[in-house]
Every structure is written in structure tokens, then in C-alpha cells.
């Protein structure tokens, strides 16, 4: 069985960092690319980022280009967010995700909520 469990999210003030990570299960972690997906209260899912299987390439989305940073530990089988420089807007749920390259996104985490506010 396939699973992704999320963790370290939490309340921060503006301007402050968290430490994201997924632990995964039931499948070759080091085999797929994996996201970190969120969403906000009241709107859709937003890709934040993603990763290659071996770590080599990594993606971000513009609202978080240069505070955000992607990396995995295949050993472990865990992927992170490492997320500074934190915003208001940042809040939300956020979802780690496993992409399958035919079908997109094919497995999710509960995810883990991260609230910006001062």
C-alpha cells in the first residue's frame, strides 16, 4: 500500500522558515519524481514544487522561487520543504505528492498545515 505522510507544519510568524517533510511507503521511492502540492483556504490545489527521482533536477513555482527549496533523501525514503522567508499568502495546506509519469499525480499525502501570521 502506498503512502505518504506529511509532517512540520505549524504556526510561524511572516519572515520566519519550516521544515517540511514526507515520509513514503509501499513503493521504490527513488524510482518517481514527487511534488509538493497546496492549498489555500477557499481556493484549488497550487503545484509548489518537484523533484527529480535521483534529486538532479528540481522545479518551484514562481511565487516561490528563491525562498523554497526541494530535496529528497532516497535512503530514507523521505522528501522536504525546506520553506523560508515565509508570507501570509504561503498559508496552507500543504500535500506531497508521487507523479506518475503517464497520468500525472497519482498518490497524495493528508497533508500538513502551515499558517503564516504575525
Known amino acids: 500500500e502506498v503512502r505518504l505522510v506529511e509532517s512540520g507544519g505549524g504556526l510561524v510568524q511572516p519572515g520566519g522558515s519550516l521544515s517540511l517533510s514526507c515520509a513514503a511507503s509501499?513503493?521504490?521511492?527513488?524510482?518517481?519524481?514527487m511534488s509538493w502540492v497546496r492549498q489555500a483556504p477557499g481556493k484549488g490545489p497550487e503545484w509548489v514544487s518537484g523533484?527529480?527521482?535521483?534529486?538532479?533536477?528540481?522545479y518551484y513555482a514562481d511565487s516561490v522561487t528563491g525562498r523554497f527549496t526541494i530535496s529528497r533523501d532516497n535512503a530514507k525514503n523521505t522528501l522536504y520543504l525546506q520553506m523560508d522567508s515565509l508570507k501570509p499568502e504561503d498559508t496552507a495546506l500543504y500535500y506531497c505528492?508521487?507523479?506518475?509519469?503517464?497520468?500525472?499525480?497519482?498518490?497524495w499525502g493528508v497533508g500538513t498545515l502551515v499558517a503564516v501570521s504575525s
Open positions: 505528492a508521487r507523479l506518475n509519469r503517464a497520468t500525472g499525480v497519482d498518490y
Open positions: 509501499g513503493f521504490t521511492f527513488g524510482t518517481y519524481e
Open positions: 523533484i527529480s527521482n535521483e534529486g538532479v533536477s528540481t
